[in-house]
């Protein structure tokens, strides 16, 4: 085993599936020379060469489209967004294209293609850049959705999503992609879509965290043993499609509680599905409504006392957690909803106190390309070794 | 309203010889006329099926562009790709797909080439090249392009032709992809039918530039025109364009100029144009045209052309027939081919319970 931060884990899946399968080419912009706003594909391009990693000018509609057109006869492209809010500008190659092509043509074409993106608040990036869109894509049949959470899932399920013969919507965060995490490079086998992960086992609720939220609700789930003797189950889906909702209910029947934990917005959201889902398929399981904890229900505000309490962080879910037991929210210990001038709230890939980072700026890739919109791109460069 | 006249034309193709110059072999230049005429009598028989409820949805009908896509289709190797629009029947019949299964496909029957799965704006044919009709106005571009780079990456010298309409040349999608494939040297050619409308907005009323072979221009990719109402003149500068794109490995425009006698669908009551503009352009109609000139050139008999149209008819005869007995679907088929299901995932992809 070793520790890698969540981008290099993305960056080791990307080079073994280039090494495996010569098809394997890699799209985006600023991808090659400059290493990718996140860094994800630095050193990809002097490895495997402009035809492989290929920079592309801004024009997202065109390059998720030329994926498709590539991926109907025989490469296996694997195109990068710069964000979530930028794969808008590419929702009719998405949706109209990707997503429907083997279906609408009867079956006689295959889009083997993955778009990844990351997405995420918490970075005053404002209204067109923080944005977590997840239920966009799990709404479209046809498409999977990938949402990893930890360094090992974005390597795993990122090898599988270049192997899948469906068109993969690869979710990734912005404020994950420096967190550490254990990854056995002996194992190069694909983590299989459609298999939850049991963060934390726990007999007295389930808390099902989607994406980042995965470990916001984990942290949630300490503060609730520690304060007030709750055990909660912490369920990371890891992909939306497919589901597996099997792991999840058979949670739900064993603590009657449920709680779904999202940054997206609550209407139509990835929490409304999954509510509707497991009331309807374990309404008998159910000792109460299942609860839904989600961002605000706004555009991303620039602002940091509005932006912090705009998404859900570990103490909004241990009130909702504490409600959907019965117990009265305000016996929640925990400070109030801070101003994050203080740094000292902790949130899972945020600055403050986990420690996991051993020092490393929260989300580069955020930070370089807010400076790279002032034309320091060299700075940028350095900062990021 | 500027009124778009065929005096506009004829050719100023520039290098292309004289027409007789450029007849095929007989045999050939009456297979053109077959294919043509073929797609002529497909069209009419598809407009009658839809007045009769046969046909849901829309149906776009070619009638008109036929020289433009024959012309086309026959400048094509076999192993080059074809991309077209929501226009394509003609372009899936000229491909070779037997007009049995894209009769099916209008019918939404299980024996369409797509199943039932995709209608009129949705036909393919992955076994003879034709990657499909697209409903997206301008979609279809960048996947063109796509296939183009894949073609090029594995170092085949096959091209691909993408056809789209005068009204695609406003997308976004038109100025992204022109500007990709020049960058990168890509083997495709665009082929913009300007038949002189987008739905019912002439070209004047919606492109700033009317001269749509200079559109590419600023992006890199040199334009070319051909006579779309003239097989000979299409097919010579599409064979051209293809030849140039396979060996300089660089994309170029064409654009055909041509004329569709039907509405843009048949839900289209045509008030943006006069009856004697219609009369105008089928003078020019490019069936009786090339028949004619075959004719005159003692390659054709007057009783080889009424055979031609014959065996036509009954082609499409045989077409609604095979259409009508083709089964429907059956709702064991709703949730077919929405997936690739493999190994590599499992799960929950779809949720259909009760309710759904």
């Not at chain 2, 110059?21 to 053109?32: F, G």
């Not at chain 2, 082609?315 to 077919?336: H, I, K, N, Q, T």
Request: proline share 6%; charged share 25%.
């Amino acid at each position: 085993m070793s520790e890698l931060r969540y981008r290099d884990a993305l960056k080791l899946a990307l080079r073994e599936e280039m090494a495996r399968d010569e098809n394997v080419v890699l799209l985006g912009e600023d991808i090659g020379v400059f290493g990718g706003a996140f860094k994800v594909t630095s050193g990809l391009l002097e490895e495997f060469g402009e035809r492989r990693v290929r920079d592309t000018p801004i024009s997202e509609n065109t390059i998720v489209g030329m994926g498709v057109g590539a991926a109907m006869v025989g490469l296996r492209p694997v195109v990068e967004l710069m964000t979530v809010n930028f794969a808008l500008l590419a929702f009719d190659q998405i949706v109209n294209h990707a997503a429907h092509i083997h279906y609408m043509f009867g079956g006689q074409a295959r889009v083997p293609l993955v778009v990844r993106m990351p997405q995420g608040a918490g970075h005053q990036l404002g209204p067109t850049h923080s944005h977590s869109l997840e239920a966009m894509f799990l709404h479209v049949p046809g498409l999977l959705v990938a949402v990893p959470s930890t360094a090992a899932d974005a390597r795993g399920l990122l090898k599988a999503a270049i192997r899948d013969e469906n068109p993969v919507i690869f979710i990734e965060h912005e404020s994950l992609y420096g967190i550490r995490g254990e990854v056995d490079e002996q194992d190069q086998e694909p983590l299989l879509f459609g298999s939850a992960r049991i963060a934390r086992e726990g007999s007295d609720v389930t808390i099902v965290g989607v994406s980042r939220m995965a470990l916001t609700a984990e942290r949630a789930a300490e503060q609730l043993a520690g304060e007030h003797g709750i055990e909660a189950e912490v369920i990371d889906p890891r992909t939306l499609r497919p589901l597996d909702l099997d792991t999840i209910l058979a949670s739900v029947a064993k603590t009657n509680r449920c709680v779904v934990v999202e940054e997206g917005w609550p209407h139509g959201g990835v929490g409304a599905n999954l509510a509707a889902l497991v009331s309807e398929q374990a309404f008998d399981d159910l000792d109460a409504p299942v609860v839904r904890v989600s961002g605000a229900d706004v555009p991303m505000p620039y602002s940091k006392p509005l932006e912090e309490i705009a998404y859900p962080h570990a103490p909004d879910i241990v009130r909702a957690t504490l409600s959907v037991l019965g117990r009265d929210p305000a016996q929640a210990l925990t400070i109030p909803l801070a101003t994050g001038q203080d740094g000292q709230r902790g949130q899972d890939g945020e600055p403050g106190q986990d420690g996991q980072r051993e020092g490393e700026q929260n989300a580069p890739g955020a930070v370089q390309e807010a400076m790279q919109q002032v034309g320091v791109e060299s700075e940028i460069r350095e900062a990021s070794r | 309203m500027t009124t778009p006249s065929p005096a506009r034309l004829p050719s100023d193709t520039g290098d292309s010889p004289d027409r007789e110059a450029r007849l095929p072999e007989p045999e050939t230049a009456r297979e053109w006329l077959a294919a043509m005429v073929l797609i002529r009598r497909f069209e009419e028989r598809a407009g009658e099926m839809y007045a009769r409820a046969k046909i849901g949805g829309f149906l776009h009908l070619s009638i008109g562009e036929e020289a433009t896509i024959v012309g086309t289709a026959k400048a094509l190797r076999d192993e080059d790709y074809l991309v077209s629009t929501y226009r394509s029947h003609g372009d899936a019949l000229a491909r070779g797909t037997p007009p049995e299964q894209v009769m099916a496909e209008l019918f939404g029957k299980r024996d369409g080439c797509s199943k039932g799965h995709g209608g009129s704006m949705h036909m393919f044919d992955a076994q003879r090249r034709f990657m499909g009709g697209y409903g997206i106005v301008g979609g279809n571009l960048p996947i063109a392009a796509g296939i183009a780079l894949a073609c090029d990456q594995r170092g085949s010298d096959e091209v691909t032709l993408c056809t789209f309409g005068d009204g695609a040349t406003n997308q976004g999608t038109f100025g992204e992809t022109l500007n990709l494939a020049a960058l990168w040297r890509l083997p495709v050619v665009f082929m913009v039918v300007n038949n002189m409308f987008g739905m019912g907005t002439s070209l004047a009323r919606h492109s700033a530039v009317t001269d749509l072979q200079r559109k590419g221009e600023s992006l890199g990719v040199p334009g070319m025109r051909c006579d779309g109402m003239d097989i000979l003149d299409t097919h010579a500068v599409v064979s051209e364009a293809l030849g140039r794109v396979r060996e300089e490995r660089r994309p170029l425009l064409v654009e055909a100029v041509t004329y569709r006698f039907r509405g843009h669908s048949m839900a289209d009551p045509e008030d943006y144009r006069t009856k004697e503009e219609v009369a105008e352009w089928r003078e020019r109609d490019p069936i009786p045209a090339f028949g004619e000139l075959l004719q005159r050139e003692g390659v054709l008999s007057s009783e080889q052309r009424a055979q031609i149209d014959r065996d036509a008819i009954r082609r499409v005869d045989e077409a609604v027939e095979f259409a009508e007995s083709s089964p429907f679907p059956g709702p064991e088929m709703l949730y077919e081919d929405v997936y690739v299901i493999d190994e590599q995932v499992h799960g929950r992809y779809h949720e259909t319970g009760p309710g759904r």
